[in-house]
């Protein structure tokens, strides 16, 4: 009896140590797998920056080809979009004046039109009803294609005027919106 009990007390601490052995050699694992993982992170992080700053050189290059000048109401903002691989310069002019609004998509680097807009920026009923112009966003459209080409008539989306794809589709104070939730997934990821 005692012999028995005397391996089974050797058995146990053999497999107390393996245990212990089997537990340090995953604590080790785990420790390699989180450095690897924050080295990857800071590496996509680095990566991710650069692509942010070379599409933002693109679409500079992009305008001045283009002979964009800013001017009063001008604006563009750039955006590199990984899911697509693709750079994207979105570029606005706005006419205070007459509230009038243009927005065009262009992919910076291969000059691919992808979407473009025109009409009222101030299209909500309140404001139309003061400005007594109910009709003003009448004729406001957007048009998008997904994949650039904008010689393709019809296009992947309309937004406004015709937009409709049974009915008169005439713009209204959603047409914007519409618009830009519509093209909001190339300018994020």
Not at 63 to 89: A, T
Not at 170 to 184: A, R
Request: with cysteine; charged share 20%.
């Amino acid at each position: 009896m005692k012999i028995v009990l005397a391996v089974l007390v050797v058995a146990l601490l053999a497999l107390a140590w393996r245990l212990n052995s089997v537990n340090a050699a995953l604590g080790e694992q785990q420790q390699q797998i989180q450095t690897l993982k924050s080295t990857l992170a800071e590496k996509s992080t680095q990566e991710a920056l650069a692509l942010q700053t070379q599409c933002s050189e693109m679409a500079s290059k992009f305008l001045s080809r283009r002979g964009w000048k800013p001017g009063v109401g001008d604006d563009y903002k750039n955006h590199f979009n990984s899911k697509l691989k693709k750079c994207f310069v979105l570029v606005s002019g706005y006419l205070p004046n007459d509230d009038f609004l243009t927005i065009d998509l262009y992919d910076a680097a291969e000059g691919l039109h992808y979407a473009t807009f025109n009409g009222h920026q101030i299209c909500d009923v309140a404001t139309l009803a003061i400005t007594r112009n109910p009709k003003k966003c009448r004729m406001d459209s957007g048009r998008i294609w997904f994949d650039g080409d904008d010689t393709r008539n019809p296009p992947d989306f309309t937004a406004g005027f015709r937009g409709l794809l049974y009915g008169g589709g005439s713009g209204d104070e959603t047409t914007l919106k519409t618009f830009l939730d519509h093209i909001h997934p190339l300018m994020s990821d």
